[in-house]
């Protein structure tokens, strides 16, 4: 076959297939039915939010205590507020933990009934009882206050030490039935508030046959000596007179509290009726 026929044959056939189609133009009912799917979805995805958004809401205001309480936040203690012994604040592992020398232990911060401390010891100390026990610590140090007491002429007397949590409620219930709840409360700490509990307190008399301490305490030869010196042996006067509303108890010259030769020292250097509500700046 020549070129030329060749050439005709194919344009031949070329003309024979079928041209491809033009895309037809889309419809307006179908552009219709689009829109009305899509407004469809978005009505569908408002009222599921809007669901979702009434559920919180509901939740919300059936926890609405819990919500509160979650989202309390303690307060920052700046500068200006750091002398200020109103501020409430997180109270640091010394003041907290029931072996610490410098636990505290009031109305607020209570022992529990089972601890009972793991050093106790039996000091020789004039007492007007057979048994007196107190924290190793603590016994060594009553024991040389007795003896410096004894060199400068002064007789030392202690009527209490130790109490276990049942000898206090014991104790506490007596108090109770004798001056009634009100004022038994001022001079005797309910069992698991007292610091005898901690085998860190001692009360002194200068009556040995007399175990109910007055104030007039404070005028005695023994009590004036406390007042001068125990803080130079760790002791310190834990419920001084006029600091009632600090302490939460009747001014008490015969209760001393054991705190370490270090604390006590610094406390008397700011004032002998410094508290140690004040001291580590605790607030009530």
């Given at each position: ?12 056939e ?13 419809k307006?009912e ?13 009505i ?26 979650a ?55 004039n007492?007007?009882?057979?048994v ?13 206050m ?11 007397v202690?009527?209490a ?5 049942e ?12 001056v ?6 001022k ?8 610091e ?22 404070a005028d ?17 006067l ?5 600091k ?28 002998a009726?410094?508290?140690?509500e ?7």
């Amino acid at each position: 076959m020549s070129e030329e026929n060749k050439n005709i044959k194919d344009t031949a056939e070329n003309e024979k297939k079928p041209m491809p189609a033009e895309p037809s133009p889309e419809k307006p009912e179908k552009k219709k039915k689009i829109r009305k799917l899509t407004i469809v979805k978005f009505i569908a995805i408002l009222l599921v939010a809007s669901m979702a958004l009434l559920c919180a809401s509901m939740y919300a205001y059936k926890h609405r205590e819990a919500i509160k309480e979650a989202a309390k936040v303690t307060p920052t203690v700046d500068a200006s507020q750091a002398a200020d012994s109103t501020v409430t604040t997180a109270l640091p592992d010394s003041l907290t933990e029931n072996s610490s020398i410098t636990v505290l232990v009031d109305k607020t911060h209570k022992l529990p009934k089972d601890y009972v401390p793991s050093d106790l010891t039996t000091p020789y100390l004039n007492s007007t009882s057979d048994v007196i026990q107190l924290r190793s610590e603590a016994g060594t140090k009553a024991k040389e206050m007795k003896d410096a007491a004894a060199a400068a002429g002064v007789t030392l007397v202690v009527s209490a030490g130790y109490r276990s949590y049942e000898t206090q409620a014991e104790l506490y219930q007596d108090r109770v039935d004798l001056v009634g709840e009100e004022k038994a409360k001022k001079i005797m700490a309910e069992a698991g508030c007292s610091e005898h509990q901690t085998g860190l307190a001692i009360d002194f008399t200068d009556d040995p046959a007399n175990n109910n301490m007055t104030e007039a305490f404070a005028d005695t030869a023994a009590g004036q000596w406390l007042a001068a010196h125990a803080h130079e042996y760790g002791y310190i006067l834990r419920y001084p007179k006029g600091k009632e509303k600090i302490t939460g108890y009747s001014y008490m010259p015969w209760h001393y509290r054991y705190v370490g030769v270090d604390v006590s020292n610094a406390m008397y250097a700011i004032g002998a009726d410094e508290t140690f509500e004040e001291y580590f700046n605790v607030s009530k």
